[in-house]
């Protein structure tokens, strides 16, 4: 039975899954009602006072489809259990920009709220201006007179009521003010609060509609067999004739590295993959493997000179003078795979004159330029329809799958499903880049760093996707993803000299949570714990010095502390480790504090995660729910690449291929999150990334004072957990 139809079936038992559906959940048609009228680019009211709300953003489990509707209905003065809310597309409204690309619409970079909370306030303040306007012009009172509540204008002086609905035709003729008056803090009902999520019901029911549920009349269905080779090629099928004559087989789409298989259902389909007999050629990549890989990359971490990244003071020198009191620490980190639980997948119906797509996608703008370019249907005329994501952690931005979909279906000319198994999906996802690092430092007589040189090498994200995002130097392009939470980390060091060396490599890779971060805070903390260790310094006092001017920092390292009772000794079986990050958004869009404690307690022989404490300053918390969910999330997400998570290759291609062999934390080995929210005044700062980089480091502290061993390589398995005798 699917997991759909078992909810349905549990829910006619009087099951406590019986949750009415939110209406806003129902309205997700991608299109307004010809009813509505439209007060700004995001606000939609019909005649009966119904409003709808625009949402931009994909939700892919983050909170977006309550966070953002919630600014806008806070400003409106919206009825917010009744409002309905649509995904809406293709306006510049909806677009956000990053470095120096042109401004798109996606969902990346835990940039949501930092980029839209102003200019939602903007607009829904500035459609509650013409409704009130509207109100004072029909009761020819002046504005002053006029106040708004739940949906509706009303008449201070003699308590009559004008509802949205009978104003909103008025108002849409009014000119929109490009400054509105916003509200004060102290007005907010919703902003600040903790709002139930809008999305749990449909959820927990089963109704909730993700990219897999797409249904389309005379939709047929297809699976994909792609090169077991990274950049191989596809030479011949072997069994064409075989696969044509499997029952409800309806077409063979080769590709240039892979063989589509479409047929009226999906186990049709996937049956005649799986029985496909196809040879193909391995081309240049056919020695690639993790020992090559490694190779590489440590050979780097010796090389004479890299790329400076960063040049503070004069690090290099008083190394070289001093080599007798040079300590050294060496980290390494593989590739990652996204892995989501809803793996690729697309929709779409190719006509002459439009394409419409359903699908888990997370970057529009990016699927629309390439369903244009295949189909040769103008940008204009392509329509996604997206629903709720099944996670996706920046592997469904690339859109790779949805161009397969788009082939799939011009080659039968009908509706098509494509559907990526397991398998296809983590041998061929876009990874999360290795990387190594070599940290060395001289300190001064108690123990804290004169001097620290930090070197990283690997592959770089930027040169395999963003190139013009490279930054440049005499000495060459450097990456500065490879060096997140290590060159902008917030430690007072006198001489303080970073570099990168890029190891090129074929693999294809893409952004992933948390992106550089993940590996340069793992180093950075590391070391940072390495010094205080050898120096016989208290882990948390030793950052609590190196942070000493930095009042915002101390706060939040001060919150984790204190909550978790650092001063006081642990009980018997239990010991803790700390770490702390300064996470700055790409391009300078936001800076958030983190701090997180780890306890591990031991049980048998071995030592397990049961506790983690989290402290975060993210500036002003729209919705201290999904806030909360955040951590929680974000903490799991962490524990699973920390504990488990590596691709390894050979012969050219991904070694692992579904959850046996790539695991991802079960809900049994989910310790206890402890979220502390420290409030600031400050706007909202990026909050979807920033737990997950420190945790890593936290463990390993943990395990160096439980066994007298630091790991310097994840995943961390489970033999560095084992007790001492």
């Avoid at 930027?462 to 490879?482: C, H, I, Q, V």
């Avoid at 919150?559 to 770490?579: E, H, L, M, Q």
Wanted: aromatic content about 8%.
């Amino acid at each position: 039975m699917g997991r759909r139809r078992f909810l349905e079936v549990a829910a006619a038992f009087g099951a406590l899954l019986a949750v009415p559906l939110d209406p806003a959940v129902a309205a997700r048609d991608g299109a307004a009602a010809e009813a509505d009228i439209e007060l700004t680019d995001w606000i939609f009211i019909d005649a009966q006072g119904g409003v709808t709300l625009g949402l931009c953003q994909p939700e892919v489990g983050q909170g977006s489809y309550t966070a953002l509707p919630a600014i806008l209905a806070e400003e409106l003065d919206a009825d917010w259990p009744a409002v309905k809310v649509r995904w809406v597309m293709g306006r510049d409204a909806y677009k956000i920009q990053f470095r120096n690309e042109k401004p798109s619409q996606k969902e990346g970079a835990s940039t949501s709220t930092t980029k839209f909370y102003a200019r939602l306030r903007v607009a829904g303040a500035a459609a509650r201006d013409v409704l009130v306007r509207a109100a004072a012009a029909r009761w020819q009172v002046p504005v002053s007179d006029c106040a708004t509540e739940s949906g509706m204008v009303r008449n201070t002086r003699t308590g009559d009521t004008l509802p949205y609905g009978a104003l909103a035709a008025e108002a849409a003729r009014l000119p929109l003010s490009p400054a509105p008056r916003l509200k004060t803090p102290a007005e907010f009902r919703l902003i600040g609060k903790a709002l139930p999520r809008r999305d749990t019901a449909a959820k927990t029911d089963g109704s909730a509609k993700y990219g897999l549920d797409a249904e389309v009349p005379g939709m047929l269905n297809a699976a994909i067999a792609l090169s077991p080779t990274i950049g191989g090629w596809l030479v011949r099928i072997n069994n064409e004739a075989e696969i044509r004559q499997q029952p409800g087989v309806r077409a063979i789409v080769r590709l240039d590295d892979g063989v589509i298989v479409v047929a009226e259902r999906y186990w049709q389909a996937l049956r005649a993959v799986q029985m496909l007999d196809a040879t193909f050629s391995p081309g240049e990549n056919g020695g690639l493997s993790t020992e090559l890989i490694d190779r590489l990359a440590e050979s780097g971490l010796d090389a004479e000179i890299g790329v400076t990244a960063l040049a503070r003071g004069d690090a290099p020198r008083i190394l070289g003078q001093n080599p007798d009191q040079v300590i050294e620490s060496r980290f390494s980190v593989p590739h990652l795979a996204h892995a989501a639980m809803e793996p690729m997948n697309a929709t779409v119906h190719v006509q002459p004159d439009r394409v419409d797509v359903w699908g888990s996608i997370q970057s529009t703008d990016a699927s629309v330029a390439v369903i244009s370019k295949i189909s040769g249907v103008a940008e204009e005329k392509v329509h996604l329809h997206i629903g709720f994501l099944g996670g996706s952690f920046g592997g469904k931005i690339a859109p790779d799958f949805v161009a397969q979909a788009v082939r799939a279906a011009m080659a039968v000319g009908r509706p098509v499903k494509l559907i990526r198994t397991r398998e296809m999906d983590i041998q061929h996802d876009h990874f999360r880049p290795n990387n190594k690092g070599r940290l060395r430092a001289v300190v001064d007589r108690d123990g804290y760093p004169v001097a620290v040189h930090a070197r990283v090498c690997g592959q770089s994200l930027f040169a395999t996707t963003r190139p013009n995002w490279l930054t440049k130097t005499p000495l060459g392009d450097y990456d500065e993803s490879m060096v997140d939470g290590i060159y902008n980390q917030s430690y007072e060091i006198p001489h303080f000299h970073v570099d990168v060396i890029q190891t090129p490599l074929p693999i294809p890779v893409y952004f992933m949570r948390s992106v550089g971060s993940s590996a340069g805070v793992l180093f950075w903390e590391s070391f940072i714990t390495d010094l205080a260790h050898k120096a016989g310094i208290d882990q948390y006092q030793y950052r609590r010095h190196l942070l000493r001017n930095n009042p915002a920092a101390l706060k939040v390292l001060d919150a984790v502390a204190a909550a978790a009772s650092w001063d006081t000794p642990p009980p018997a079986g239990t010991v803790r480790g700390i770490s702390f990050d300064t996470y700055h958004g790409r391009g300078g869009s936001f800076v958030t504090y983190v701090a997180e404690i780890v306890e591990l307690v031991r049980k048998g022989d071995s030592w397990r995660v049961a506790r983690v404490f989290c402290a975060i300053d993210a500036g002003l918390v729209v919705n201290h729910n999904t806030f909360i969910a955040q951590i929680q999330g974000g903490i799991g997400f962490s524990l699973t690449s920390a504990l488990k998570s590596e691709i390894t290759f050979n012969r050219g291609g991904a070694e692992q291929s579904n959850f046996a062999d790539y695991p991802l934390l079960s809900i049994g080995e989910m310790p206890e999150v402890v979220p502390i929210v420290v409030e600031s005044d400050r706007p909202p700062q990026g909050v979807g990334e920033i737990m997950v980089a420190p945790l890593a480091p936290a463990i390993s502290q943990a395990l160096l004072h439980a066994t007298g061993r630091r790991p310097d390589r994840m995943p961390f398995r489970a033999e560095v957990f084992k007790a001492s005798a």
